[in-house]
């Protein structure tokens, strides 16, 4: 089954400003949307509003997931339809360990509890993929976690979780070339396995070649004003961005006008393991 997320003239508000001014897309099973744009000027806002951070304050526009109303949803409610974000900023939970976290999300989205051998099994073969310490399954979520660990336990749970749509901010920052690859390598085969869509935020083009993005969009001021694919990737990375400006007549957000990163936090689902 093909599975959609569509995003129709959204405008978005942090702390009562702006800061998307009307954004269009459309991300299907199977596709992998490239988002760039200099840093401030919404990528990571967008991600937050479709998975409904309640700080980004939708003021217009629709967010509609197989034809569901996400913006009547909370945030939980929206994950178990089959979104995902790795979060640019994941947190931590301390007392919680990964595998009650896990067993838990995982739980909430079948009728009957996963069995302690299928879990068990699932979830060290993942960390072996991954190239994670033995351990990771008993430590509580990311708490004290190096950057490049944390960026790695969302790929974990997402492996675990595997969503329809998954939503990828800055997954790559803070990882080594082998670890990028490692990343790389678990979404080109989750992508095969399940025809999972994804719109990923990255600044390297090196990670869109791994990957191979089907789509490409730059966001510049809060809108879209550029669209292609892979082929836009490299004149972006080449290039930089000032073509864009002078080509566009644009100006680039300044400095101290970008908005702040708020993290998602954590939404414990109410379902017991």
Not at 105 to 127: T, Y
Not at 154 to 177: C, T
Not at 210 to 221: L, R
């Amino acid at each position: 089954m093909e599975h959609v997320l569509k995003i129709k003239d959204l405008h978005v508000s942090v702390d009562d400003k702006e800061i998307l001014k009307g954004i269009d897309l459309e991300v299907k099973s199977n596709e992998v949307h490239a988002l760039m744009g200099p840093n401030g000027n919404g990528k990571s806002t967008l991600l937050s509003a479709i998975m409904g951070h309640p700080r980004y304050k939708v003021t217009k526009g629709e967010i509609l997931f197989d034809n569901e109303d996400l913006l009547s949803k909370r945030v939980d409610e929206r994950s178990l339809l089959g979104l995902f974000l790795a979060m640019q900023y994941p947190s931590t939970i301390s007392g919680v360990t990964n595998s009650d976290f896990l067993r838990a999300a995982i739980n909430a989205r079948n009728d009957e509890p996963v069995s302690l051998f299928k879990f068990i099994k699932s979830i060290e073969g993942n960390i072996k993929k991954l190239h994670m310490k033995e351990d990771l399954a008993h430590r509580f979520v990311n708490d004290g976690f190096s950057g490049g660990e944390k960026k790695r336990n969302e790929i974990l749970q997402m492996m675990m979780l595997r969503p329809k749509i998954a939503m990828l901010d800055e997954i790559d920052s803070g990882l080594d070339v082998d670890a990028i690859k490692l990343v790389a390598d678990a979404l080109i085969e989750l992508k095969k396995e399940s025809q999972l869509g994804m719109i990923v935020v990255s600044h390297y083009e090196r990670f869109f070649d791994m990957i191979k993005p089907t789509h490409a969009h730059v966001i510049v001021d809060g809108r879209i004003v550029v669209e292609g694919d892979e082929e836009l990737v490299k004149k972006i990375d080449e290039d930089g961005y000032d073509w864009l400006y002078k080509e566009l007549d644009i100006k680039p957000v300044k400095k101290d006008e970008r908005p702040l990163v708020y993290s998602l936090g954590v939404c414990a689902h109410q379902r017991t393991i």
